[in-house]
């Protein structure tokens, strides 16, 4: 009898222990007996704290039922982050600001052990919002930048289309900021910009996005112009990684697209690349960037004529001022080259009209007014009025965009030399100072000065 007692008592207490097991031990959702209740009653008390923003009061009622029942639900670790950015941003010193952080670093760790399986919010999700809260708290840690860039580089390929936004573009950022230290190379750049543009693009085209739109493309457009300025997009790096894939994406427009506007924004001029996407991308749509690929062509085989055709096929389908700026500026220099003066001034006017804060459609009019000197007037007199007209752009050319100012300054000096000397401004009747119309197809009012 007394050893059939003892083994009750044995099995009583075992039966209690085991109802008494936390969730963290057994993969319960909150245990079981008094710890369950545990595990409720901490749960409840730190939600309530937590919808009244009372954070500090909150922790050390998360904290238990976050060490105790973690599969009880995902609102733990998203009320987790709260309360640690809370604690870090409000934290005394660096040291418990360090600790603070750690700690959320496991809110992210153990969300991934419990909840990574989540079809929408698992891994690659939990693994974006972590490398986007190391990069908040410690961006300056270098260790850190390269830790959440490969966490970073994870969600993007593992998320795929359902990625966030804001994940795409702090992996952008990440990207670049991971190339300035000379932690990866160029074509790392090139590739994630690819990988990145692909999925923004899906996104931006999804019916399900629709009312995300504008947003999506405004960051597809502050995405383009990061790649663009992070000294990676360089041609001979485009070149690289581009030209063996050719073949396999001739048909590709979406492909093809990308590349021509990669190459066009870096003025990759003389390239085979360009001119051969150019070509299949304008054999199935026809779009500005591959107009001025084929511009470029023709220019470099010599056929200024067909050149010209093209650069005027791509001003009329561009759409960005600035662009249809540049294309109207080369337009006028293929003219420029081929002494047609007229044409090139009428089409630095056009450019300067798309961009009026642009320097070098003026210094294109006054090499044309300067270039064309001696065909001005039937006297070496009125030849040199030429020059006056010309030095009014190349001023006019500083005044408003001041990066040109250097190569204004020079023309000027150069040309200077050029104008009549005193007793010719004498013997033609005119004074220093005075309106002169010049004449020709130049055809302005200038002033009247001597070298």
């Avoid at 319960?28 to 009372?54: A, F, P």
């Avoid at 000294?231 to 030209?243: H, K, M, Q």
Wanted: charged residues 25%.
């Amino acid at each position: 009898m007394k050893a059939f007692t003892i083994i009750f008592l044995g099995l009583l207490l075992s039966t209690i222990q085991a109802f008494s097991q936390k969730g963290v031990e057994d993969g319960s959702k909150y245990g079981h007996g008094e710890d369950s209740i545990t595990c409720l009653k901490n749960l409840s008390l730190y939600t309530e704290l937590v919808k009244q923003d009372r954070y500090d009061e909150a922790h050390p009622y998360w904290e238990i039922a976050f060490n105790e029942c973690p599969l009880s639900t995902r609102r733990l670790y998203t009320d987790g982050e709260e309360i640690m950015d809370y604690k870090i941003k409000h934290a005394e010193n660096q040291a418990e600001k360090d600790k603070y952080f750690d700690e959320l670093m496991r809110v992210y760790d153990q969300r991934i052990k419990y909840f990574g399986d989540h079809p929408r919010y698992g891994v690659p999700y939990i693994k974006g919002k972590k490398a986007i809260s190391m990069l908040d708290y410690k961006k300056d840690d270098i260790e850190i930048r390269k830790e959440a860039y490969q966490l970073l580089k994870e969600s993007v390929m593992n998320g795929g289309g359902s990625t966030q936004p804001a994940v795409l573009g702090i992996f952008m950022t990440s990207t670049v900021a991971m190339f300035n230290d000379s932690e990866i190379q160029a074509e790392d750049v090139v590739n994630n910009y690819t990988t990145i543009t692909d999925l923004l693009t899906a996104q931006i085209e999804n019916p399900k996005m629709a009312k995300y739109k504008s947003t999506l493309e405004d960051l597809a457009g502050k995405i383009e112009e990061l790649f663009a300025r992070s000294g990676a997009a360089n041609c001979n790096t485009l070149d690289r990684i581009f030209s063996p894939q050719l073949a396999e994406h001739k048909d590709d427009l979406p492909w093809l697209k990308r590349v021509s506007r990669l190459l066009a924004n870096g003025m990759c001029e003389d390239m085979d690349l360009l001119y051969k996407v150019s070509e299949y991308q304008h054999n199935i749509e026809p779009s500005h960037s591959s107009a001025y690929g084929l511009a470029r062509m023709y220019l470099k085989a010599g056929d200024t004529d067909r050149s010209s055709e093209y650069y005027e096929e791509a001003i009329s389908l561009v759409e960005d001022d600035n662009q249809k700026a540049k294309y109207y500026y080369q337009l006028g220099l293929v003219n420029l080259a081929n002494n047609r003066f007229s044409s090139a001034r009428t089409n630095a006017l056009k450019a300067i009209e798309a961009n009026p804060e642009w320097g070098q459609p003026y210094i294109l009019i006054g090499k044309a007014y300067a270039t064309s000197a001696t065909g001005i007037g039937d006297d070496e007199f009125t030849h040199k009025t030429a020059y006056w007209a010309a030095v009014d752009k190349f001023i006019q050319a500083k005044s408003v965009d001041p990066q040109v100012a250097e190569e204004a300054n020079t023309l000027i000096n150069l040309y200077i030399k050029h104008f009549p000397e005193e007793k010719e401004i004498f013997f033609q009747g005119l004074e220093k100072g005075g309106s002169y119309t010049v004449g020709g197809w130049i055809g302005e009012r200038t002033t009247v000065r001597s070298k």
